[in-house]
C-alpha cells in the first residue's frame, strides 16, 4: 500500500481557497479606494481655499495701494474706478462686489482710537465661506 505525503500533493486551489483569496483582494483595494477618493476630496477643499484666499489678498493689497484716501467712500471709490466689478453698499459699514458665484464682503469699521480703520474682507463662493482677512490701516496716510 502507498503512503501519499502532503509535500507531493498536486490537487490545486480548492474553490472555497479561491473566493476568500478574491475577498481578501477585494476588501484591501476597497479601503485603498476610499483613501484615495478622501484625498482628492481634500485637495479640491484646499485649493478652493487658497484661491479665495488669493482673492481676499488681492483686494487687501488693492486697499493698501489707496489707503491714501481720506475717507471710507472715498476709498471704496477709488476702488471702484480700478475694478470692471463694483462695490455696492449692502449696509453703512459693509460693501459687496460679486463675480459669478464669488461675493467678495468690504468691511470697512469705524477708526478706532489709534485712528486706525479696521478691514474685513469675506470671500465666499456657493454661499460658504473659503476665506477672511482682517488688517487695520490708517485712511489717509
Known amino acids: 500500500m502507498k503512503k501519499t505525503s502532503l509535500i507531493n500533493q498536486d490537487c490545486g486551489l480548492t474553490l472555497i ?4 483569496s478574491i475577498v481578501l483582494i477585494s476588501v484591501i483595494l476597497l479601503s485603498f479606494m476610499g483613501m484615495f477618493l478622501q484625498t482628492s476630496k481634500t485637495t479640491a477643499t484646499s485649493d ?3 484661491n479665495a484666499t488669493y482673492i481676499a489678498q488681492k483686494e487687501m ?3 493698501y495701494k489707496y489707503r491714501t484716501a481720506l475717507t471710507r ?9 480700478q475694478s470692471t466689478i463694483p462695490y455696492v453698499a449692502t449696509n453703512e459699514d459693509t460693501w459687496l462686489k ?6 467678495i464682503y468690504l468691511t470697512l469699521k469705524k477708526p478706532d482710537d489709534l485712528g486706525l480703520t479696521p478691514i474685513i474682507i ?3 463662493e456657493s ?8 488688517n487695520r490701516y490708517k485712511l489717509g496716510g
Open 98 to 103: 460679486q463675480d459669478n458665484t464669488i461675493l
Open 17 to 20: 481557497e479561491v473566493i476568500a
Open 61 to 63: 493689497e488693492s486697499i
Open 127 to 134: 454661499g460658504k465661506e473659503k476665506s477672511k482677512i482682517e
Open 122 to 124: 469675506k470671500v465666499l
Open 73 to 81: 467712500e472715498a476709498l471704496i471709490d477709488e476702488l471702484n474706478k
Open 48 to 50: 478652493d481655499i487658497v
